[in-house]
């Protein structure tokens, strides 16, 4: 499965190098797509088979993929302080997480984040309002970061709202 259009079509704003985080990762495939643009990734998710995969396949393809299983919802969600230059989240959500995405993000560093809005349980999966945010929410959910770019809206035949911001401090 080919990375998020979203996240592929801001790879200008990604720096050359530095380290990079993957949440909700499955197989990998931005995992797979920050490494080959010069990124080391740490790749959370909480399926060990998923995990599994992505470090063998990371390993065969010789790539500074680095795969943790991590349950984000249960226990705390700490994921370090500076420690990322890049973190990529699509098609995931669990609010009490954010803090720590901002927290975990460098000085200067991106976060890039794409999920379902609530418009989308009418046309199917996802319907639990818990993994659906509502209008203007994640623009919320990210301050105090510059926001760079942002929509919300029926894409590609999914309601999304999608970001990319960046910490300032």
């Known amino acids: 499965m080919a990375p998020a259009a979203w996240v592929t079509g801001h790879a200008h704003l990604l720096p050359r190098q530095g380290l990079a985080l993957d949440v909700a990762a499955g197989r990998g495939r931005h995992a797979f ?39 984000l919802e249960s226990g705390s969600p700490s994921i370090g302080a500076e420690l990322f230059h890049t973190i990529i989240v699509v098609h995931y959500l ?14 200067g560093g991106l976060l890039m984040y794409e999920t379902f809005t609530r418009k989308q349980a009418a046309r199917g999966k996802p319907t639990n309002p818990d993994f659906l945010l509502m209008e203007g929410e994640l623009r919320r959910l990210v301050e105090p970061l510059e926001i760079l770019d942002w929509r919300e809206g029926d894409f590609d035949g999914k309601d999304v709202a999608s970001i990319v911001a960046r910490k300032t401090r």
């Open 94 to 107: 669990h609010r009490p997480l954010f803090p720590s995405l901002i927290a975990a993000l460098r000085p």
């Open 33 to 71: 797509w920050l490494a080959s643009h010069g990124c080391s990734v740490v790749a959370l998710d909480r399926d060990p088979e998923a995990v599994d995969y992505l470090q063998r396949e990371a390993a065969a393809r010789h790539l500074p993929i680095v795969g943790a299983i991590r349950d």
